[in-house]
């Protein structure tokens, strides 16, 4: 089955705390972004990928590191997480971003707290 | 930055009942993708609209790009409880970034 797998659904942790949240999709999608959801916010993009060792910042990538390593992993790494850092997190894949209709498959969410 | 605006951000209505929600911008869109999230879930895409006027329906679902390609509709005809959900409108910018608006909730009550 075709899907983007984002582990863990949900986490608790503290401040500074070191933390990683891992997204894995199996589509062989050269495209990844991650996204945190806050309420009356929307999406936000945080940081994408458009193909093994290429990067770049979203609109909202303070406090966040990512790394594509292997095409299929996408993880977000907060080195010292804060509490304006508790959200919904999503990972997204597509196939490419060259398309503008290109459709985006979401993971399930990780519903992240910093105490 | 390219903002979407959605309305309303929150509706409540009987089963049966009709509604349209709205995505606005200030700037053109090169195309408009509509997403549905439910509880507990990541957003799916329901629909991608690129030509200004263009209509596209799925089931009781009908949307509706602008002629100026500067906002979007989703009529829902005869809602059902199961069309309960945040509905997200997005869109693919060339600088391979995606804008999400911050969605309107729907609750459709039985």
């Known amino acids: 089955e075709a899907q983007v797998t984002q582990n863990p659904r949900y986490l608790i942790t503290v401040t500074g705390k070191k933390l990683t949240v891992t997204c894995s999709q199996n589509m062989n999608h050269e495209y990844m972004s991650w996204y945190r959801q806050d309420p009356g916010l929307g999406l936000r993009q945080i940081y994408y990928s458009m193909n093994v060792e290429v990067t770049d910042k979203g609109d909202v990538p303070e406090g966040y590191k990512v790394s594509r390593k292997e095409k299929r992993n996408f993880p977000l790494i907060l080195e010292s997480p804060s509490p304006n850092q508790t959200s919904l997190y999503f990972c997204?894949?597509?196939?490419?971003?060259?398309?503008?209709?290109?459709?985006?498959?979401f993971g399930s969410g990780t519903q992240l707290s910093v105490l | 930055t390219q903002l979407l605006e959605q309305s309303p951000q929150f509706l409540s209505i009987q089963e049966g009942e009709n509604l349209t929600v709205y995505c606005n911008s200030s700037?053109?869109?090169?195309?408009l993708q509509w997403y549905r999230q439910e509880p507990g879930e990541g957003p799916v895409l329901l629909v991608t609209?690129?030509?200004?006027?263009e209509v596209k329906k799925l089931k009781r679902l009908t949307f509706q790009f602008g002629d100026a390609r500067k906002d979007s509709s989703l009529h829902i005809t005869a809602a059902q409880p199961g069309d309960t959900g945040l509905y997200l409108c997005?869109?693919?910018?060339?600088?391979?970034?995606?804008?999400f608006g911050a969605g309107t909730r729907l609750f459709v009550k039985a």
């Open positions: 609209v690129v030509t200004g006027g």
């Open positions: 997204a894949s597509s196939f490419t971003e060259t398309l503008a209709n290109e459709k985006l498959f």
């Open positions: 700037s053109v869109f090169s195309s």
């Open positions: 997005a869109q693919r910018t060339g600088g391979f970034k995606t804008i």
